[in-house]
């Protein structure tokens, strides 16, 4: 479709600001009405076929993990994924057959997702995690590109599309990357309103730029709370409501990964992650997580367990800061 | 007759990596490793150095023992001077804040270019692929002193990498500041297991500083994919000290996930 | 008979402007009346309004009485739903979030451009120097539809403005998308202290579309500098309600020093 | 010197980003070093004729009014002054003959500024409040300009030194405005502590990226605090010490202006300063209020008083969400 370009070999994601504009006056409502919903709904409303989707923060922290294994659930395909730590999760999506497509950032890690790679089974474009942050920034600031003075010299700018310029002010020359207006961005909070008024508690990859910059946004939610906590605190909100189309209650939404100040990280799951290697297991590893539960909730009762959540959140001693 | 101190290849890559860093300046501290030396060097030697995280933690002081695979989680950015995003962190390194980076590698070649991205075969086709940048490519091109730290196996250090993931000196002199990128920048040191690299001022070709003791230049460079500039005086490195494996083994790493490697040993 | 109501000219505009929001959108406030604007209209019209501050209270629901002067104190950005910055104020207009923008006008042209800057003489060496821009350029640039407020003095209407401060049409259709500027952007309304203009689709130029009960559309457009579009058919403005004299008067602006102006007066 | 430059008839503040760079390599220091000193001390050491300094916020919100005093009174001339808000202290820096150049911004209010315009005291350069605040961000980003769909078709271009430039992307023009590195930043906050790290509760112009952007900055605080206050919650911390030059403790900093939920504004004093049109009322303003007194401290016990202060502060009842 037409947001799809290409220069040379390279394929991105990109439309035109005023594309953007007008889809956000005509698509995104500035109405504070309940969102509230379940994943399953929030993503089969939300994301389709061939979308370019983002997320913050990593499979490690505060990941929207309960989202993707939804979008894994009901069989997404041809997803393209920009993200900085396309950890775990792409090679889920990989190993899934949900996504044919990542820009990176960081493409990491256990040998799956490298060995998918080099089979060819989904492409990769390098923009470095500088670059994807910048595209996100120009995203929402509604311009075409930002300037940066790094990818400069490397080979990253050829298997890329981001542009050199002679700068008109010094002469030299600067390296430019395209805005992306992602299709969907999923982003894990500890705190949201049904509104959509969204917090994290910590820092976070570029938070409010994708929320700004895409055409859906769905938050997943350790904790719902009253819209009027936003309105006391205002320099604590993250996003603001009229950026958000869906609200997801995910308690331990990041599992296996770690949710600051609410719970740890699940090394034991993530060393299983890691350790997929071949095709059957990651067969078995989706069967018994994700296909073979109904949604994130039966998750949780069947393959993690009360007590090992208890446990989990026992290990989150360090709270400073997080509030 | 000097005591034998046994440790492994890691320990002696991160115990060099510490004790090149000053106190009292700012360090862009890269995925892996590099945060292990960042709190080794902090613990030791440079108490006032100034942590930055690419996704946004300024000043982090871990919690130990630090947290193998993690690097975004409470532990790693515990008590920050301030927590930000991606885009800002890029900002404070951009404008010129920050003194030293650090990365590691999968090859390196003798103007310090960094291959981190694959190994064989074409971008599109490789035979193994590997990370990438991540935020690697803007360290490395931001930074006033990029330091590398890289295994030292002969088939790392190439005459040119297949790929420049994250810039060196790219071509040779003036090609850094031809190319756009800031000036005064780039690599400052490559750590290897065996021994300390630097850069030649006028060729900035890759030159050897000093090895392991008991280890001979030559027999370092040897197995070498290139030959580094060799000069007359050739320091020696110590190997680690009692406190650095003490902090390491017990502190930083007890379950010794991170510092384990292949044992290696030199007099104390 | 009809009761007479009396009201200043500014309880006139701000009246009118209140009642062209819609509820449920986005709304970028401007220094000055507008702010009056905004409070009224969310008091009495549009509970749900979002107002944006250019620098950085976003969905602010301001604590009366209102406190001149002031845009970014505590009564004016109470119980925000965000406080940012400048830069992320514009980013919000500037990706297509902000619905309304509301300015004030030293002078305006047919096609809407509005000069804050200066009146007579040269921009170097003006003979009377005002505000300029601050974040007016960024509205009129940026918001899908904005509104000028100006007192209705037939000099303040002129065939081509000093300096065009902000922008309105430019040159007539089309200017806009060459100059670069958004698309489908541009002036929507004029609310002046006598009428209620809009813009022709095809011509780009301002046309009237009501004036205050009791006023005649050619006594409105008479002393105006240039003539803009009177179709046949000019609707009626009523003047200010009860309820919106007796907010602004009690509750918003106790001490009339923003509402005050000359007296004016229409059957209610 | 070489950080002006001109373009047509439009002189403006640029320098090369690795010019800055070479700056914050070489005098910028990392160290955290004891920095509280007296306003006359920072302003003596680290303010030169001929400046270009910005300040955040206004002379009405959080401005750095006692810094502001201080340059007047150490008789600083040629300054070249850079606010969104440039209100009543680029009147009294102008009338007082300390700045002979304004790059706004919002020129306002009261007559006398006007008049100085029209009289050819003061030079004005018209960038606009969006254009200021990129400038300001480019300069903290290190990139030589940054692009922006505003300013486009106004005559603010013709006399600022904006460029349009066609985009790569889409092939529309678009505005690039050069990155502007200031001299000094002056920054009131509501605390900091001695190293530096400094607090802003509620909205800010562009504190961080002034900082940033700014070879030297002071910082005036309400308040002094410890610095493990800022490790115990790095969410809040909006400068970190390593951009600061220098910290001054100035309570009341910001009179006549509010300090957001610690004092009110004073709209008497507020009314003089706008009643302000001729040469003589300045030079008496000036003389009662900052020649006449020895420094901030003496200014409030004897032209403002412990009573009006007290008053000023039991005015400030909207404390919610400034922590």
Known sequence: ?323 | MARTVEFTDTEFMIAQGARLLEDGKTFFVGWGIPQIVAILAQKLYVPNVVQLFEFGAVGPQSVLPFVRGTMGGPQNTYRSLQWLNMNWAFSYSASGYMDYGMLGALQVDPYGNINSTYLGGTFEKPERRFAGSGGGNQVASHCWRTVIIIKHEGRRFVPKVEFVTSPGYLTGPGAREKAGLPKNTGPYRVVTSKALFGFDESTRQMTLLSVLRGLSPEGVVADMAFRPIVPKDVGEIHPPTADELRLLREEIDPSRIIIKGEMMSASA
Chains 1, 4 share one sequence.
């Not at chain 1, 409502?29 to 076929?49: E, F, G, H, I, Q």
């Not at chain 1, 990593?58 to 009901?74: D, N």
């Not at chain 1, 946004?217 to 604590?236: G, L, N």
């Open chain 1, 1 to 323: 479709m037409s947001r799809i370009r290409r220069e040379g070999k390279v394929e991105f994601r990109f439309e035109h600001p005023d594309e953007f504009r007008e889809f956000v006056r005509e698509s995104k409502s500035r109405k504070p009405t309940d969102k509230l919903c379940a994943a399953s709904d929030a993503v089969s409303r939300l994301v389709k076929d061939g979308d370019y989707i983002v997320y913050d923060f990593s499979s490690l922290t505060r990941g929207p993990q309960a989202l993707i294994r939804e979008v894994i659930r009901q069989r997404r395909k041809d997803l393209w994924i920009g993200a900085e730590f396309t950890l775990h999760e792409s090679a889920l999506l990989v190993g899934a057959g949900c996504a044919s497509r990542i820009d990176v950032g960081f493409l990491g890690y256990g040998n799956y997702i490298g060995q998918a790679v080099c089979d060819g089974r989904v492409k990769v474009y390098e923009w470095t995690n500088g670059g994807l942050a910048l595209r996100i920034l120009a995203g929402a600031r509604g311009v075409p590109f930002l300037p940066t003075r790094d990818l400069l010299g490397s080979d990253n700018l050829a298997v890329s599309a981001a542009k050199v310029i002679k700068d008109p002010y010094t002469g030299t020359p600067v390296c430019l990357v395209p805005a992306l207006n992602p299709d969907v961005a999923f982003i894990h909070v500890h705190q949201a309103d049904v509104y959509g008024d969204a917090r994290i508690f910590g820092t976070n990859l570029f938070a409010l730029e994708a929320a700004m910059a895409s055409h859906r946004v769905i938050v997943s939610a350790e904790e719902i709370v009253a819209p009027d906590e936003f309105r006391k605190d205002p320099m604590r909100t993250t996003i603001p409501y009229f950026l958000v189309d869906a609200v997801v209650h995910a308690p331990f939404g990041a599992y296996p990964g770690a949710m600051p100040a609410r719970y740890e990280i699940d090394l034991e799951h993530v060393d299983r992650l890691n350790a997929i290697r071949s095709e059957e297991q990651m067969r078995n590893y989706l069967h018994e997580n994700v296909y073979g539960v109904a949604d994130h909730e039966e998750f949780l009762d069947k393959r993690v367990g009360a007590a090992r959540m208890k446990e989990l959140r026992s290990r989150a001693t360090i709270i400073e800061g997080y509030r």
